[in-house]
Structure formats: C-alpha cells, structure tokens
C-alpha cells in the first residue's frame, strides 16, 4: 500500500535555490520547473523561463544576460556535474562545463568562472572557450562555499575549519585557520578588505583582514548551537548580517581594519580629543552594554565580554510540508541537486547601507524587507518593512 503523499500539482512550482546577484538588485531563483529572475525592490518578476526541468542552482552575472545553471530537483533540466552558461538574450547555452562529480556552487565575474565542487574548486577565465587556470583542493564543501572578489577567492582549505584566500592576479594563497570545526557559511566584504566566517557550531562569526589573514573581530550570535543560512556584509563595509535556523536577523558593528588604521592616526592627531571615537569604538562600547560591567570583571568565561549584535529581528522561515520529490521534508530525504539537499533559507543580501532583504526558497519562498535605523530611544534598531511570497502563491 502506497501512503507515499501526492504530489500537488496545481501548487505551482516549488524554488530549489536563490540567489543575489552581486549588488543584490536582484535573484535568481532555480525551480523545479526552470528558472526566474526577479528585481529586488521592489519584488517584481523579471524573467520567467520555463524549461519543464529542474534548476537546481541559477547564478547571475551582475544584471548582464548571462546565468550559470546546474539541474536539479526530480527531473533535472542538465547533469548535476554540468555548468551550463545560459545567454538569455539568445535563449541557448553558450558555455558548457562538465565535471566528474556534483556541482554545488558557481561563481561569476565578467572575467572568471569559479566553480565549487565536494572536494575542489575549479577557476576558469570567462571566455568563449572558457580556459582552465587553476584547480585547488579542499576539505568536503557540501554547501560549495566560496566568495569571489575582484580581487580576491576565498573558499574551504584542505582542512576543516581552514579558509583558503587566493589572488586573483597573482595566484598566491595564504591560509586562514578560521575554526576547529568545519565552515558553514563566507563573506567577502565589498572592498574586499573583510573576510567574515561561521562554522557549524553557529555561535561565532569571526572577521580576518585579507590583507594579512589577521583576525580582527569576533562576533557572537549566541551561546546555542544554530545553523548559520547567511553572511552578508554592507556596502560600505561597515555592518554585517547573519541569519540562522532560530528565525533571527543579527546585526553586527563590522570590526574592519581600515577603521583599526584611522583610530592610530586620530590618537596620534588628538591627545585631548576624549569624544574621537571611531565608529569600531562605539561599536564595542555599544555591544558590549548586554552583560554591563560584568563584561568587564577578569577572569569570567568569555561569553560576558564578546560583541554581541546591537539589534536583532525575526524572520520567515516558511512553512515547506512538502518538497518537489513529494516527500516530507522531515524526512530528510535530501532533493538532488541543491548544495545541502534542502531549499536554502534565510539568504541575505544589503540593497543599501541600511536596507536588508531576506530571500528563501521552497514552496513557501518568501522575500522580506528590513530598515536598520535610529529609534526614538537613540538606539538602533531593525524593523521589518514588508514581505511577499515571491511565486505568487
């Protein structure tokens, strides 16, 4: 006796994945049907592709025609070891990858294809054909972490918890030991100067500069295990968002070590001066305020004196009974073709120094908005600004 649920046609399409583009104006989300594209802000559908397959992972090129696809879902529109470039003006593939084992992330720049599989990462110049320039191994990277800069990729080392930071004109890399136990999630900051990091504890985000792999900040989500989804830096470098299985939006001061540079040179310009903070400063005098002076008593555990964030909100998770296998999710039976096996929850992408969007994906894909901002208190706070279910059902 089958007791198996259907499968609900009439429910429209399910999203396997989303996706920002790298200004976050807008993302791309792969269906069990085909692809989008959708503009940001406000949520308003661009492009409809409808393949009669499924999209397991679609990446933007800025707001250019071209999206790298990998099929996914229960009837993959390409192999899950291919890389297809899509040309949506010509409506063809152009480029075509193929690899011995699964894709899990694709990068993109106007002049690299970066591409992240289980076990390495595969760099690529972007032309027609595409020419192989460099292959690193790595440690298991189910989730394909990997960031890609203008100048600078960083993904997975060779051993858990390790980042590996590569650049792009020179090819050196150096190597950051992030955390003890395996990564979960990576920003790059928009200048590039900022790496930030979570592994699968989900308590910590820790910040290195990449210029020199120094450790500059140590962020704390909280003291319980969680699931970090996202990482996401604003652009003008200066706060970071996370995002986790407790439905929580953190924001955090980004220690930066520009920030660092102009503290020594107003110390050395102003010796009277006691109100010349730097926005660090003020930074780590406001978030350490959650234990008061407790987080100034020597030789209490570490928790009392870490950096917390200075606001929080909630977000949707979305309710998924049901995924496009027509399997239950609690099951976790993982959907073939998407990085984890599961729709992606809780991306985050900065459309403005102050603005944040939440996307997710599954059948109850969801975008949300969110203001960071002064209250009539002084402090700041981040306030919810609207949210939609993106695929109209």
Known sequence: MNTRPAIDESAGPVSLSVAFNQDNSCFAVGLDTGFCVFNSAPCALKVSRDFNAGIGIAEMLGRANYIALVGGGKQPKFPQNKVTIWDDAKQKAV??????????????????????????????????PPEKLSVFETADNPLGLCCL?????????????????????????????????????????????????????????RTFATSNTARIGELRRGVDHAYIYSIAISPDSTLLAVTSDKSTLH?????????HLKTDLNTKRSYRSTNST??????????????????????????????????????????DPEDSLGSTISTGIPIPGIPGGRPVKGIVGWLNDYTIL???????????????GEGDDGKRHCVKNGWKRYLGS
Request: hydrophobic residues 40%.
């Open 278 to 319: 730097t926005t660090l400063g003020s930074a780590e005098e406001t978030s350490n305020q959650k234990w008061g002076i407790l987080g100034k008593v020597p030789l209490l555990p570490r928790v009392f004196s870490d950096i917390y964030s200075f606001t929080s909100a909630h977000f949707e998770i979305g309710d």
């Open 149 to 205: 800069g203008t100048k600078i990729v960083a993904f997975p080392g060779r051993s858990p918890g390790q980042v590996q930071l590569v650049e792009i004109g020179t090819g050196n890399v150096s190597i950051i030991p992030a955390h003890g136990s395996p990564l979960r999630a990576m920003e790059l900051s928009p200048d590039g100067e900022v790496l930030a990091t979570a592994s699968e504890t989900g308590t910590l985000i």
């Open 251 to 259: 924001i955090f001061d980004l220690p930066h070590p520009m920030l």
């Open 358 to 372: 939440v996307i997710g994906a599954g059948r109850d894909g969801r975008w949300e908005k969110f203001i960071v």
């Open 95 to 128: 480029i075509t990858l193929e690899f011995r084992t699964r894709v899990n992330r694709v990068r993109l720049s106007r002049s690299r294809i970066v591409i992240a599989l289980q076990n390495s990462v595969h760099m690529y110049a972007f032309s027609s």
